[in-house]
């Protein structure tokens, strides 16, 4: 009887073939990668003028012109090979490149997915020569005429790969897709002029330009409303193209960070942006904010993505912090209340606009300052500021604060101040003194009862042991670890005591927030829960402290980015009654 054997050998080596193509496909997936490759190869390469072409969504062909310095015939002939690159000789240019391509993948996924045509001519050459290849097989290198620069066409993308084929969008989708990727590199590079053509109808072209006009020429924006803000720090330069709060969307699209003129998906970095424009954001409201980040190349690693989509920093802290301070210095201009208009009800409530120190940014109240209305320290954040009296026969001019002229739908407070109608939202208005008192001044704590006690699973316990100290320290919050995934609190500080056990417990566990974030998430809920609601009857003298005291804050929003009042003016009033 003969005996069968297994094969003792399951594991082989791919073909070539084979291996070129799965290579290709984590590069190359769709049109837009091969507009993303190729414009970072002709942006290395110095270009000062690209022209892109797509056909069909690049689904028939995608071209990218430029005049940067061009390739040789012996550049030529192994650019389509893989790991061929002119940006890196040795491991260590990996943490010192300055270049958007540094793989030597790009042209090589390319070619070996589609049918290729590259025509590039070098300063001083006497002729162009030009590259064809089909399927990763070179098929021609010649001599032909050209211009200086380079010319790459890639037709029937995935001609080889059928299957990749079926799974490309519409042509439309394809073709938005590229533009897209195209107004990324225009807004890295405005010194660059773009044009961008589709089925050989031009649909735009960006100037050379400087950053602020580009970004308004590619988003239709107002330069008014855009300021440039910059800054730096141990190793890096930061540039803020960052609009007024006014111009808030209903998405994050135009949130967006380049890193070395790269765009990246750095969500904590977002998550800076969107946190520093908070206290003017309603909810479901983000801004508009682009920065742009130059970082020394030992202190960021693009390599870890086949696409350059995702970096990794050495201090991304620092990167944050310093976006949280550039713009709170941009928007302390947005803060104010109507005082630089009108006379200012008192030297204590004068606005000096967003300070700094300690572990927040000062804003609001400073620690240790007297309150700014009437009354004592002591639970000034719980009860509503009170007006002095006037005495009997008290002589002596009008009050030069505002005036409390009644409620209105037991929801707004009216005020006169100067030439001017104000209508208070009461709830935002008390809930912005509230939080601004939270945040300046530690409270006194209070031990619980019955402790709150929750499971959490491994991860979220990792996230509480990171946050104890802080938690602890700056806002007074005793968590203790009982078991391996059991946490207990066991006391609060007392504003924060009316918090629901599910909704504190919660915001301990949103792994998306910062230490900053969170306290921030902390304070408005505390201060929501405290403030005085919609519907409540205030009594005038209540009423009208809570106007004067509403219009010494420094910042004329709630917590939530809601404006406090809506202001109008005696003229408008005279308008809309025709008297003028």
């Known amino acids: 009887m003969t005996e069968t054997t297994q094969p003792s050998r399951r594991i082989t080596i791919l073909r070539e073939e084979v291996a070129r193509k799965i290579a290709a496909g984590e590069v190359i997936d769709r049109p837009f990668s091969v507009v993303r490759e190729l414009l970072d190869n002709s942006l290395d390469a110095g270009a000062g003028n690209l022209e892109i072409s797509l056909k069909a969504g ?5 071209q990218v012109l430029d005049d940067g310095q061009g390739m040789s015939a012996e550049d030529l002939q192994i650019c389509t090979h893989r790991h061929a690159t ?3 000789r040795e491991e260590e240019d990996l943490y010192r490149t300055r270049t958007l391509g540094f793989r030597g993948e790009a042209l090589a996924a390319v070619a070996a997915c589609s049918r290729l045509e590259i025509v ?3 300063e001083g050459a006497l002729h162009a020569n030009r590259l064809r290849v089909e399927g990763g097989r070179t098929e021609a290198l010649e001599a032909c005429r050209g211009a200086k620069g380079t010319r790459v066409e890639v037709n029937d993308l995935f001609f080889n790969l059928p299957v990749r084929r079926r799974f490309l969008k519409s042509a439309a989708a394809e073709t938005a897709a590229c533009r897209r990727i195209l107004l990324d590199k225009a807004l890295a590079f405005p010194e660059a002029g773009f044009r961008f053509f589709t089925d050989g109808r031009l649909k735009f072209f960006f100037p050379p330009a400087d950053l602020k006009a580009r970004i308004c020429a590619a988003f239709s924006l107002e330069a008014a409303h855009m300021e440039i803000v910059s800054g730096e720090g141990e190793g890096f330069q930061l540039t803020l193209i960052a609009a007024r709060p006014e111009l808030a969307r209903r998405d994050r699209r135009l949130l967006r960070i380049y890193v070395n003129r790269r765009r990246i998906e750095e969500y904590r970095l977002i998550q800076a942006l969107e946190y520093s424009y908070a206290d003017f954001m309603p909810g479901g409201r983000f801004p508009v904010c682009f920065a742009f980040l130059e970082v020394e190349g030992e202190l960021v690693d693009f390599n870890i993505h086949p696409a350059k989509k995702e970096a990794r920093f050495r201090d991304p802290d620092a990167l944050r912090r310093a976006i949280r301070e550039l713009l709170s210095g941009y928007l302390a201009a947005f803060s104010g209340g109507p005082r630089s208009a009108a006379a200012a009800p008192d030297s204590a409530g004068s606005s000096s606009g967003a300070g700094t120190g300690g572990f927040f940014p000062a804003q609001g109240f400073r620690p240790g300052s007297q309150p700014p209305w009437p009354g004592g320290e002591e639970n000034a954040y719980v009860r509503l500021p009170r007006p002095r009296k006037p005495q009997e026969n008290e002589a002596g001019p009008p009050p030069a604060g505002p005036l ?8 707004f407070l009216l005020a006169e101040y100067g030439q001017r109608l104000f209508i208070i939202d009461q709830h935002a208005a008390h809930e912005r003194l509230i939080y601004d008192r939270l ?16 499971e959490t699973t491994a991860e979220q316990a990792a996230l ?5 100290e802080f938690l602890t320290e700056h806002l007074g919050i005793g968590l203790v670890r009982r078991e391996e995934s059991v946490f207990e609190i066991l006391s609060l500080p ?3 005591i009316s918090l ?6 919660e915001a301990l566990l949103t792994e998306e927030s910062g230490l900053e974030e969170l306290a921030h998430r902390l304070y408005d809920l505390a201060a929501c829960r405290m403030a005085v609601k919609e519907g409540e009857e205030l009594d005038d003298e209540t009423a009208a402290g809570l106007v004067r005291a509403a219009f010494t804050l420094e910042q004329a929003r709630c917590p939530h980015g809601r404006p406090l009042w809506v202001e109008i003016s005696r003229e408008e009033l005279l308008k809309r009654v025709a008297r003028i």
């Open 86 to 88: 002119s940006k890196i």
């Open 500 to 505: 629901e056990e599910d909704v504190l417990r």
């Open 494 to 496: 007392e504003e924060m």
């Open 58 to 62: 690049g689904l028939a062909s995608v």
């Open 439 to 454: 945040k300046s001044r530690r409270s006194s704590v209070q031990e619980l009862l019955f402790p709150m006690r929750f």
């Open 120 to 122: 590039s001519l070098t």
């Open 404 to 411: 409390y002229r009644g409620q209105l739908f037991r929801l």
């Open 464 to 468: 509480l042991e990171q946050r104890r």
